[in-house]
């Protein structure tokens, strides 16, 4: 199995415009997260689905934040406009069975994002 | 905020020596989890230890929980320049919470 695939690795943009994460998941897991990692917030959890369903997106930080999962193999993360504070490092992850937190996290190895 | 907390922020050691990196938690868990982070990679699953077991050994890992204490500990045996990494626990409750997480330096 080829792991979570994020896409792209790094991305850099100006302020104010679209900014679209992807990722495939681990085929067979039913569960989807999206977390974003900095230096000063470490690592937060924006955004978590269950068989394509989204179930917590309070952490999703405003209205500029968007998800999505159309099928099982494909969810993307929207940021528009983007804004220099949204630089960070995207990671995608994915698990099966259970409920939350009660199965590994495989994770991908990252989008790197910069907003200037 | 942060439900899991490190303890050490950092770690030196030589290889051969063991790491004991330490994580407390404020509220009650279902299950933590420990992960390992190389330099501008994704984390990688360690160890998942319920909150009905005291201990768990995978390899040169050894897992601690003391649900009494909300606390838990990673210790690694007889490390290895390799282990260089970040190191993270992550508690289980409604949703899965990372602390911010030990680097550990193992010097050759």
């Known amino acids: 199995d080829a792991g979570v695939i994020q896409s792209p690795r790094h991305e850099v943009t100006e302020m104010g415009q679209e900014v679209t994460l992807r990722c495939k998941p681990i085929?067979?897991?039913?569960?989807l997260f999206w977390y974003r990692q900095t230096m000063m917030r470490g690592l937060e959890l924006l955004i978590y689905f269950n068989n394509n369903v989204p179930i917590d997106d309070s952490g999703m930080p405003e209205d500029r934040f968007s998800a999505k999962m159309p099928n099982a193999s494909f969810s993307t993360l929207k940021i528009q406009p983007s804004e220099p504070r949204d630089s960070a490092v995207y990671f995608c992850?994915?698990?099966f069975g259970g409920g939350v937190g009660d199965s590994p996290l495989h994770f991908g190895n990252g989008t790197r994002l910069t907003v200037t | 905020s942060q439900q899991g907390e490190e303890d050490p922020q950092a770690l030196s050691i030589q290889e051969g020596e063991n790491a004991t990196m330490n994580c407390s938690y404020k509220t009650s868990i279902n299950n933590l989890q420990w992960y390992r982070q190389n330099s501008g990679r994704g984390l990688v699953h360690l160890i998942l230890i319920r909150s009905n077991e005291r201990e768990k050994h995978s390899g040169r890992l050894r897992v601690t929980l003391d649900t009494s204490k909300k606390s838990s500990s990673l210790l690694i045996t007889a490390s290895r320049a390799a282990d260089t990494a970040s190191y993270f626990c992550?508690?289980?409750?409604?949703?899965?919470?990372f602390g911010e997480g030990t680097q550990l330096t193992v010097n050759p």
């Open positions: 992850a994915s698990s």
């Open positions: 085929s067979g897991h039913d569960y």
């Open positions: 992550a508690t289980s409750g409604s949703r899965l919470t």
